[in-house]
Protein backbone atom coordinates (compact mmCIF):
# COMPACT_ATOMS: atom_id res chain seq x y z
CA UNK A 1 0.00 0.00 0.00
CA UNK A 2 2.77 2.34 -0.30
CA UNK A 3 1.78 5.45 -1.55
CA UNK A 4 -1.78 4.76 -1.65
CA UNK A 5 -3.97 6.38 0.73
CA UNK A 6 -4.79 5.53 3.86
CA UNK A 7 -8.36 3.67 4.62
CA UNK A 8 -10.42 2.16 7.07
CA UNK A 9 -8.66 4.67 10.10
CA UNK A 10 -10.97 6.63 12.35
CA UNK A 11 -10.71 10.36 12.78
CA UNK A 12 -9.18 10.03 16.05
CA UNK A 13 -6.43 7.99 14.22
CA UNK A 14 -5.79 10.60 11.59
CA UNK A 15 -5.46 12.95 14.27
CA UNK A 16 -3.03 10.54 16.15
CA UNK A 17 -0.48 10.36 12.60
CA UNK A 18 -0.43 14.38 12.61
CA UNK A 19 0.68 14.53 16.37
CA UNK A 20 3.20 11.71 15.39
CA UNK A 21 4.22 13.32 12.18
CA UNK A 22 5.04 16.54 14.25
CA UNK A 23 7.14 15.04 16.57
CA UNK A 24 9.16 12.57 13.65
CA UNK A 25 9.87 16.02 11.57
CA UNK A 26 10.77 18.35 14.51
CA UNK A 27 13.25 15.61 16.15
CA UNK A 28 14.42 14.28 13.09
CA UNK A 29 14.82 16.38 9.95
CA UNK A 30 14.65 19.85 11.40
CA UNK A 31 17.73 18.81 13.82
CA UNK A 32 19.65 16.65 11.36
CA UNK A 33 22.50 17.66 9.85
CA UNK A 34 21.26 17.33 6.35
CA UNK A 35 18.95 20.49 6.71
CA UNK A 36 21.52 21.97 8.86
CA UNK A 37 23.30 21.79 5.11
CA UNK A 38 20.51 23.01 2.81
CA UNK A 39 19.27 25.64 4.71
CA UNK A 40 22.33 27.39 6.40
CA UNK A 41 20.66 31.17 6.45
CA UNK A 42 18.33 29.22 9.43
CA UNK A 43 21.12 27.98 11.60
CA UNK A 44 20.05 31.24 14.49
CA UNK A 45 16.50 29.98 13.76
CA UNK A 46 14.47 27.60 15.44
CA UNK A 47 12.35 25.88 13.00
CA UNK A 48 9.01 23.59 14.12
CA UNK A 49 6.21 22.25 12.35
CA UNK A 50 2.63 21.11 13.58
CA UNK A 51 0.54 18.87 11.26
CA UNK A 52 -3.24 18.81 11.61
CA UNK A 53 -6.69 18.19 9.84
CA UNK A 54 -6.74 21.10 7.35
CA UNK A 55 -9.89 23.16 8.17
CA UNK A 56 -12.59 23.07 5.39
CA UNK A 57 -11.43 26.81 4.56
CA UNK A 58 -7.80 25.61 4.18
CA UNK A 59 -8.85 22.15 2.24
CA UNK A 60 -10.87 24.65 -0.70
CA UNK A 61 -8.24 27.26 -0.44
CA UNK A 62 -5.74 24.68 -1.27
CA UNK A 63 -8.12 22.42 -3.93
CA UNK A 64 -8.89 25.38 -6.02
CA UNK A 65 -4.92 25.72 -6.32
CA UNK A 66 -5.05 29.34 -6.48
CA UNK A 67 -7.86 29.42 -9.58
CA UNK A 68 -11.04 30.46 -9.07
CA UNK A 69 -13.78 27.88 -8.36
CA UNK A 70 -15.48 26.46 -11.32
CA UNK A 71 -18.86 25.06 -10.81
CA UNK A 72 -16.70 21.68 -10.90
CA UNK A 73 -13.67 20.76 -9.16
CA UNK A 74 -12.50 18.62 -12.20
CA UNK A 75 -12.84 21.75 -14.69
CA UNK A 76 -9.95 23.84 -12.00
CA UNK A 77 -8.08 20.41 -11.58
CA UNK A 78 -7.89 20.05 -16.08
CA UNK A 79 -6.55 23.42 -16.07
CA UNK A 80 -2.70 22.32 -15.02
CA UNK A 81 -2.21 18.64 -15.93
CA UNK A 82 0.73 17.30 -15.08
CA UNK A 83 1.89 16.25 -18.54
CA UNK A 84 0.36 16.87 -21.98
CA UNK A 85 -3.06 15.55 -22.10
CA UNK A 86 -4.19 13.57 -25.21
CA UNK A 87 -7.64 13.87 -26.34
CA UNK A 88 -9.66 11.43 -28.79
CA UNK A 89 -10.84 12.98 -31.83
CA UNK A 90 -14.82 11.56 -31.68
CA UNK A 91 -14.68 11.38 -35.71
CA UNK A 92 -11.91 8.14 -35.12
CA UNK A 93 -13.67 6.80 -31.88
CA UNK A 94 -16.88 4.70 -33.14
CA UNK A 95 -17.14 2.54 -29.87
CA UNK A 96 -17.44 5.92 -28.16
CA UNK A 97 -19.64 7.88 -30.29
CA UNK A 98 -22.27 4.65 -30.02
CA UNK A 99 -22.25 5.45 -26.30
CA UNK A 100 -22.83 8.81 -26.86
CA UNK A 101 -26.00 8.24 -29.34
CA UNK A 102 -27.18 5.42 -26.53
CA UNK A 103 -27.32 7.70 -24.25
CA UNK A 104 -28.80 10.41 -26.59
CA UNK A 105 -26.38 12.56 -25.15
CA UNK A 106 -25.81 15.38 -28.29
CA UNK A 107 -21.51 16.05 -29.57
CA UNK A 108 -20.35 17.21 -32.82
CA UNK A 109 -18.45 15.68 -35.71
CA UNK A 110 -15.59 17.94 -33.96
CA UNK A 111 -15.82 17.20 -30.04
CA UNK A 112 -13.05 16.20 -28.44
CA UNK A 113 -13.24 13.56 -25.66
CA UNK A 114 -10.53 13.01 -22.19
CA UNK A 115 -10.11 10.76 -20.47
CA UNK A 116 -10.97 11.44 -16.63
CA UNK A 117 -8.21 10.22 -14.17
CA UNK A 118 -10.35 10.32 -11.23
CA UNK A 119 -11.43 6.64 -11.09
CA UNK A 120 -15.27 8.29 -10.42
CA UNK A 121 -18.10 7.10 -11.92
CA UNK A 122 -17.55 8.72 -15.21
CA UNK A 123 -14.52 8.22 -17.32
CA UNK A 124 -14.67 10.75 -20.27
CA UNK A 125 -14.91 14.70 -20.05
CA UNK A 126 -16.13 16.06 -23.68
CA UNK A 127 -14.23 19.56 -23.73
CA UNK A 128 -16.45 21.31 -26.19
CA UNK A 129 -20.11 20.74 -24.44
CA UNK A 130 -18.33 20.51 -20.94
CA UNK A 131 -20.07 17.33 -20.16
CA UNK A 132 -18.91 14.01 -18.46
CA UNK A 133 -20.00 11.00 -18.94
CA UNK A 134 -19.72 6.81 -18.66
CA UNK A 135 -19.14 4.98 -21.23
CA UNK A 136 -16.64 2.08 -20.67
CA UNK A 137 -18.19 -1.25 -18.73
CA UNK A 138 -18.62 -0.44 -15.47
CA UNK A 139 -15.95 -2.24 -13.11
CA UNK A 140 -16.34 -4.68 -10.18
CA UNK A 141 -14.36 -2.80 -8.04
CA UNK A 142 -12.52 0.39 -8.33
CA UNK A 143 -9.50 -0.05 -7.32
CA UNK A 144 -7.15 2.96 -4.82
CA UNK A 145 -4.71 4.82 -7.16
CA UNK A 146 -2.01 6.38 -6.07
CA UNK A 147 -1.52 9.40 -4.17
CA UNK A 148 1.58 10.35 -7.08
CA UNK A 149 -0.36 10.24 -9.85
CA UNK A 150 -2.82 12.57 -11.37
CA UNK A 151 -2.74 15.46 -12.70
CA UNK A 152 -1.37 18.70 -10.92
CA UNK A 153 -3.54 21.46 -9.85
CA UNK A 154 -2.13 25.48 -9.51
CA UNK A 155 -0.07 24.32 -6.00
CA UNK A 156 1.45 20.76 -7.24
CA UNK A 157 -1.35 19.00 -5.14
CA UNK A 158 -2.83 15.62 -6.59
CA UNK A 159 -6.04 14.04 -6.10
CA UNK A 160 -8.20 16.96 -4.55
CA UNK A 161 -10.83 15.57 -6.38
CA UNK A 162 -11.79 11.59 -6.39
CA UNK A 163 -9.60 8.55 -5.14
CA UNK A 164 -10.68 9.19 -1.89
CA UNK A 165 -12.54 11.52 0.10
CA UNK A 166 -10.45 13.59 2.66
CA UNK A 167 -11.69 14.62 6.23
CA UNK A 168 -10.91 17.74 7.68
CA UNK A 169 -10.88 19.04 10.90
CA UNK A 170 -14.43 19.32 11.71
CA UNK A 171 -15.32 15.41 12.54
CA UNK A 172 -17.60 13.56 10.01
CA UNK A 173 -16.75 16.15 7.07
CA UNK A 174 -14.69 14.72 4.23
CA UNK A 175 -14.26 16.87 0.83
CA UNK A 176 -12.92 15.77 -2.28
CA UNK A 177 -15.22 12.99 -3.39
CA UNK A 178 -14.29 9.32 -3.77
CA UNK A 179 -13.99 6.68 -6.48
CA UNK A 180 -17.75 5.94 -5.09
CA UNK A 181 -18.61 9.71 -6.17
CA UNK A 182 -20.40 10.96 -9.32
CA UNK A 183 -18.50 13.91 -10.25
CA UNK A 184 -21.47 15.56 -11.56
CA UNK A 185 -22.49 15.99 -7.46
CA UNK A 186 -18.65 17.78 -6.61
CA UNK A 187 -18.21 21.40 -6.02
CA UNK A 188 -15.27 22.48 -4.02
CA UNK A 189 -17.58 23.46 -1.43
CA UNK A 190 -18.93 19.69 -1.52
CA UNK A 191 -19.43 18.06 1.70
CA UNK A 192 -19.43 14.36 2.46
CA UNK A 193 -20.35 13.39 5.64
CA UNK A 194 -19.53 10.00 7.39
CA UNK A 195 -19.20 8.23 10.50
CA UNK A 196 -16.73 6.00 11.57
CA UNK A 197 -13.73 4.56 9.57
CA UNK A 198 -14.83 4.11 5.33
CA UNK A 199 -13.61 2.15 2.81
CA UNK A 200 -13.82 5.08 0.34
CA UNK A 201 -12.43 7.73 3.14
CA UNK A 202 -8.59 9.66 3.78
CA UNK A 203 -7.27 12.08 4.62
CA UNK A 204 -4.06 14.90 3.99
CA UNK A 205 -1.84 16.76 6.35
CA UNK A 206 -1.91 20.21 6.61
CA UNK A 207 1.54 21.80 7.98
CA UNK A 208 1.81 24.97 9.97
CA UNK A 209 6.08 26.00 10.21
CA UNK A 210 6.87 28.63 12.70
CA UNK A 211 10.39 30.19 12.65
CA UNK A 212 11.94 32.42 15.81
CA UNK A 213 15.24 33.24 16.70
CA UNK A 214 16.62 30.85 19.29
CA UNK A 215 17.15 31.74 22.72
CA UNK A 216 20.03 35.13 22.87
CA UNK A 217 20.36 35.47 19.11
Known sequence: MLYHPATGISYEQALAYCHWR??????????????????PELRDYQVTVEFGLPTEAEWQLGAAGGLPAGPRPFEVIQTKPAGKVKGQKLAAAKDLVACLDAQQLPHSATEVAYELPFNLQENYYLAGSNQVVACAPPKAEFPLQLTVRGPLNGFGMQHVIGNVAEMTATKGVAKGGSFKTSVQDLKIASRQLYQGPQSWLGFRCVA????????GQ
Open 208 to 215: TVRIAPKA
Open 22 to 39: SIMVNRGYFQSVEFRKQH
